[in-house]
T-cell receptor, first 111, second 115 residues
Framework: SQKIEQNSEALNIQEGKTATLTCNYTNYSPAYLQWYRQDPGRGPVFLLLIRENEKEKRKERLKVTFDTTLKQSLFHITASQPADSATYLCALHTGGFKTIFGAGTRLFVKA | EAGVAQSPRYKIIEKRQSVAFWCNPISGHATLYWYQQILGQGPKLLIQFQNNGVVDDSQLPKDRFSAERLKGVDSTLKIQPAKLEDSAVYLC?????????????FGPGTRLTVL
């Protein structure tokens, strides 16, 4: 069956460290993958998009990698700050432009 | 640029009652989505519109849920009758075009509690 898995356990890290979040999928062949940030009581906000033929994308302190062989995407936040505390969702986009979201990983950055 | 607007923000109803949610997408966005997000889960697509036509409603429980997008702009999502398991946040999102890799822009959601 088709599945998207993100770390269900919350990730707690110290300010200034790098946070690494994982998104694994099975039985999908995504055309591209996106990462979103969601704060409590709000809708998701788009952060980064990476296509199937791209290995890595960067935006300021954010970096996403995409390994279609391992069926995995990693999302990194370098020099993390307490303001980065949120839930991060990965979303796969299939050839039909259907969007399938993972359950998200909660990140807590302690000062 | 104004974002995606949704109302109401919160709704509490008894089971078997009906409820309606409203969404106003970003001006000019042809594609509109309704998602259901149960606590602790990711958003699950209920229905996707391209202008005023339905593109995908495969996960919409059609015996109780209905949605329309008259004139290809605003949209309403209705539940009748509601069940306890419908308690969730209902998110509306819009996108410039489903034929591109443009991102989706989400509204703040409507939190529904069914008692």
């Amino acid at each position: 069956s088709q599945k998207i898995e993100q770390n269900s356990e919350a990730l707690n890290i110290q300010e200034g460290k790098t946070a690494t979040l994982t998104c694994n999928y099975t039985n999908y062949s995504p055309a591209y993958l996106q990462w979103y940030r969601q704060d409590p009581g709000r809708g998701p906000v788009f952060l980064l998009l990476i296509r199937e033929n791209e290995k890595e994308k960067r935006k300021e302190r954010l970096k996403v990698t995409f390994d279609t062989t391992l069926k995995q995407s990693l999302f990194h936040i370098t020099a993390s700050q307490p303001a980065d505390s949120a839930t991060y969702l990965c979303a796969l986009h299939t050839g039909g432009f259907k969007t399938i979201f993972g359950a998200g990983t909660r990140l807590f950055v302690k000062a | 640029e104004a974002g995606v607007a949704q109302s109401p923000r919160y709704k509490i109803i008894e089971k078997r009652q009906s409820v309606a949610f409203w969404c106003n997408p970003i001006s000019g966005h042809a594609t509109l989505y309704w998602y259901q997000q149960i606590l602790g889960q990711g958003p699950k697509l209920l229905i996707q519109f391209q202008n005023n036509g339905v593109v995908d409603d495969s996960q919409l429980p059609k015996d109780r849920f209905s949605a329309e997008r008259l004139k290809g702009v605003d949209s309403t999502l209705k539940i009748q009758p509601a069940k306890l398991e419908d308690s969730a946040v209902y998110l509306c999102a819009s996108r410039l075009s489903s034929g591109s890799t443009d991102t989706q822009y989400f509204g703040p959601g409507t939190r529904l509690t069914v008692l």
